[in-house]
């Protein structure tokens, strides 16, 4: 049985965002998928992607997360926080910046996981601050 989900309004993007965006789902695809097992070996990539780069500000961070969001229904609902979360971080390594890369927990039962993606020390483009939500065990 499937939960219906309601998805964020659709916003225009550019047709180079929108490219820009495919290549960066695809790869956090190809990453999930190769680390699928290694989750290690995800994170040392991910430390490794972001050496020699400047902090991503809030807007470009805004812009990858409404691309992505626009050219991927699993990466705008509410399910897909993982690969969205990787394809932001990989869409600003590709302008030489990084977004820091959080994952969390639940301290209460059930357990859960949430990744998001934070610019100046914030959450951008979740509904709720999920530091309130979860507790950061890895942050990149």
């Known amino acids: 049985m ?3 989900i309601a998805l964020p309004p659709a916003v225009p993007v550019s047709m180079a965002d929108r490219w820009r965006a495919r290549a960066a789902v695809l790869a956090a695809r190809g ?5 699928h097992r290694r989750p290690t070996l995800r ?5 490794l992607l972001r050496r020699r780069t400047r902090p991503a500000g809030m807007d470009e961070v805004r812009r990858a997360h409404r691309a992505i969001s626009a050219v991927s ?14 394809a932001i971080v990989l869409w600003c390594r590709t302008t030489g910046q990084h ?9 209460d039962p059930p357990a859960a996981l949430h990744a998001w993606v934070e610019a100046a020390g914030a959450p951008v ?13 890895l942050t990149i």
């Open 125 to 137: 483009a979740e509904p709720v601050d999920p530091r309130l939500l979860y507790q950061p065990i």
């Open 73 to 86: 229904l699993h990466c705008a609902s509410g399910h897909g926080c993982l690969p969205r979360s990787l």
């Open 99 to 107: 977004a820091t890369w959080v994952l969390g927990t639940t301290v």
């Open 2 to 4: 499937s939960i219906p």
């Open 31 to 35: 990453l999930l998928t190769a680390t």
């Open 43 to 47: 994170h040392s990539l991910l430390r």
